[in-house]
């Protein structure tokens, strides 16, 4: 005995522009059927949260699977699974495809060599598999729109959840971020760590995605965007506060990566108030209480 519930869509091409579009969600439970062997042209990302089972790679060679866990499912690879037949298992899963699934795939979200991935909670997937099932509705104006958007969210829930990552960031990336703004050279960052050059490459494009010179350039950006806006501490002061000793060179850095100068980005986004702005990153649900004075 299982049960089983699904919904299926067919974006239009508009919406395929948006980058991702959601094709179906399911949710289902129980003593499922085998799933396959079968290939798919589009993504799927199935969560389990409880029970276990087995994945069979092309090869035949089977992978225990157990809850909480992924599978993902991705195109033209042959894939084979089902839950115990005994026990059976909890799943969600989401059907999805678009053109920004290959950079999602080039930043680590999307593992096509790694079908099995250990959860380390999945409470927080499940739950925007949820949304996206009350979003399914067949009378929503909003559906791929709505389902879209919220396959953008799901992949970012399922990086957070991943077992092997620490939920609240890697540490190396944590120090990296800290001392992004310091004089320092990857090499030096490196050895800061103790770590070679390949060893913090691979660490920093496990965790973020991209390359160390990448997450630090980005940072480094953020915070002189920041005083730009904020400050009015000439070119060169901010170049200095962001790590970089010749002003020319970090304004062709700017220029390069932002696609304006940074006198030009401080004419747009100049926001000098009194008292500066805050560091701290204010909570939404606790906004301050304005006063209101009278005459």
Same mark, same amino acid.
Not at 118 to 134: E, F, M, T
């Given at each position: 005995?299982?049960?089983?519930?699904?919904?299926?869509?067919?974006?239009?091409?508009?919406?395929?522009?948006?980058?991702?579009?959601?094709?179906?969600?399911?949710?289902?439970?129980?003593?499922?059927?085998?799933?396959?062997?079968?290939?798919?042209?589009?993504?799927?990302?199935?969560?389990?949260?409880?029970?276990?089972?087995?994945?069979?790679?092309?090869?035949?060679?089977?992978?225990?699977?157990?809850?909480?866990?992924?599978?993902?499912?991705?195109?033209?690879?042959?894939?084979?699974?089902?839950?115990?037949?005994?026990?059976?298992?909890?799943?969600?899963?989401?059907?999805?495809?678009?053109?920004?699934?290959?950079?999602?795939?080039?930043?680590?979200y999307i593992e096509p060599g790694r079908p099995v991935?250990?959860?380390?909670?999945?409470?927080c997937p499940r739950a925007v598999i949820g949304r996206?099932?009350?979003?399914?509705?067949?009378?929503?104006?909003?559906?791929?729109?709505?389902?879209?958007?919220?396959?953008?969210?799901?992949?970012?829930?399922?990086?957070?959840?991943?077992?092997?990552?620490?939920?609240? &960031?890697?540490?190396?990336?944590? !120090?990296?971020?800290?001392? %992004?703004?310091?004089? #320092?050279? /990857? $090499?030096?960052? @490196?050895? +800061?760590?103790?770590?070679?050059?390949?060893?913090?490459?691979?660490?920093?494009?496990?965790g973020a995605g991209c390359s160390p010179k990448d997450?630090?350039? &980005?940072?480094?950006?953020?915070? !002189?965007?920041?005083?730009? %806006?904020?400050?009015? #501490?000439? /070119? $060169?002061?901010? @170049?200095? +506060?962001?790590?970089?000793?010749?002003?020319?060179?970090?304004?062709?850095?700017?220029?390069?990566?932002?696609?304006?100068?940074?006198?030009?980005?401080?004419?747009?986004?100049?926001?000098?108030?009194?008292?500066?702005?805050?560091?701290?990153?204010?909570?939404?649900?606790?906004?301050?209480?304005?006063?209101?004075?009278?005459?």
């Amino acid at each position: 005995m299982y049960h089983t519930w699904m919904r299926f869509f067919t974006p239009g091409p508009a919406h395929h522009r948006l980058g991702l579009v959601c094709l179906g969600v399911g949710l289902q439970y129980g003593a499922l059927p085998t799933v396959g062997p079968r290939v798919l042209d589009h993504h799927v990302a199935v969560v389990i949260s409880t029970g276990a089972g087995w994945y069979a790679a092309p090869d035949g060679r089977r992978t225990t699977v157990t809850a909480p866990a992924l599978l993902w499912l991705t195109p033209g690879v042959p894939h084979h699974y089902a839950p115990d037949p005994g026990t059976g298992w909890d799943e969600g899963f989401v059907d999805f495809t678009g053109p920004a699934a290959q950079t999602y795939t080039e930043l680590g979200y999307i593992e096509p060599g790694r079908p099995v991935v250990p959860l380390s909670d999945a409470a927080c997937p499940r739950a925007v598999i949820g949304r996206i099932a009350r979003a399914a509705r067949r009378d929503n104006p909003l559906l791929e729109v709505e389902t879209g958007a919220a396959v953008h969210e799901l992949l970012v829930a399922l990086r957070r959840a991943r077992a092997d990552l620490a939920p609240d &960031g890697d540490q190396v990336l944590k !120090a990296l971020a800290r001392d %992004a703004c310091l004089p #320092l050279t /990857v $090499a030096d960052h @490196a050895a +800061r760590h103790g770590m070679t050059l390949a060893e913090l490459r691979t660490a920093v494009r496990r965790g973020a995605g991209c390359s160390p010179k990448d997450y630090l350039l &980005g940072i480094r950006l953020g915070r !002189a965007k920041e005083l730009l %806006a904020a400050t009015e #501490l000439p /070119v $060169a002061a901010v @170049a200095r +506060r962001v790590g970089y000793d010749d002003p020319a060179y970090f304004s062709r850095l700017f220029t390069r990566r932002v696609g304006m100068a940074p006198v030009r980005f401080r004419a747009q986004q100049g926001r000098t108030v009194p008292g500066g702005w805050s560091n701290q990153v204010p909570d939404p649900d606790d906004p301050p209480v304005i006063g209101r004075t009278t005459t």
